[in-house]
């Protein structure tokens, strides 16, 4: 059954801390990608990848880090640098061209 | 500009009623419109999509209709049910030619509540 694993659901995290989201895919997708979403903001991009080892910022990408060692597996980190990390993070693939994007179920971090 | 502005931010449809969501672009190298449903603590999902090429796109109750000399293109839900209250997104992609990833820009979410 192919998909997106986001792990865990749910995280907590005390403020000056890093932490790292899990996103595996096994859709054999070259693209991924992490979203932020925030009530009322809709989804912004932070960082994206679309071939092992290279990944470019998206619109936010401050206070945040991103590895591609594998095709399957891409990782975010929440550093304590980022000023407002509570929210609600989606990880995402894509195939080439006119394809859409597939979501995980997201991972909901709050930090306090 | 790569916008996608999408209106109204929440809509209340009683059941069996239409709900219409709008989306605006001004990018015209966009040419995929993908649209996305989401539910409470579900990650979105591909609902459907249109190529600019096509005025009007049906599956089941979902049409999207799309204005391509406007920039416009719409999101209908006939018959709406209260299963259909999620948060729905607009989304737009530049394709060149086949071989690009890109990434989407989305608009901003429109929260449907469809009351019984």
């Known amino acids: 059954d192919g998909g997106i694993t986001q792990s865990p659901k749910y995280l907590f995290r005390k403020e000056g801390q890093n932490v790292t989201l899990s996103c595996e895919q096994n859709?054999?997708?070259?693209?991924m990608y992490w979203y932020r979403q925030d009530p009322g903001q809709g989804l912004r991009l932070i960082y994206y990848?679309?071939?092992?080892?290279?990944?470019q910022k998206g619109d936010i990408a401050e206070g945040y880090s991103v590895s591609r060692e594998k095709k399957e597996s891409f990782p975010l980190t929440v550093t304590s640098a980022q000023k407002n990390p509570t929210a609600f993070y989606l990880c995402a693939s894509k195939g080439q061209g006119r394809s859409p994007l597939h979501f995980g179920n997201g991972t909901r971090l709050t930090v306090t | 500009q790569q916008q996608v502005k999408q209106s109204p931010q929440s809509l209340i449809v009683q059941k069996g009623g239409i709900s219409i969501i709008n989306c605006a672009y001004e990018n015209t190298a966009f040419d995929y419109f993908p649209w996305y449903q989401q539910f409470p603590g579900k990650g979105p999902a591909l609902l459907i999509a249109?190529?600019?090429?096509?005025s009007e796109k049906k599956e089941g109750r979902f049409t999207i209709s799309f204005n391509k000399s406007a920039k416009q293109f719409s999101l209908h839900i006939m018959d709406s049910q209260p299963g259909d209250s999620a948060t729905y997104f607009c989304?737009?992609?530049?394709?060149?030619?086949?071989?690009?990833?890109?990434?989407?820009?989305f608009g901003q979410g429109t929260i449907l509540t469809v009351h019984p």
């Open positions: 990848s679309q071939i092992v080892n290279d990944f």
């Open positions: 249109i190529r600019p090429d096509v």
């Open positions: 989304a737009a992609i530049e394709d060149a030619g086949g071989t690009s990833y890109g990434k989407l820009t």
């Open positions: 859709l054999n997708h070259d693209a």
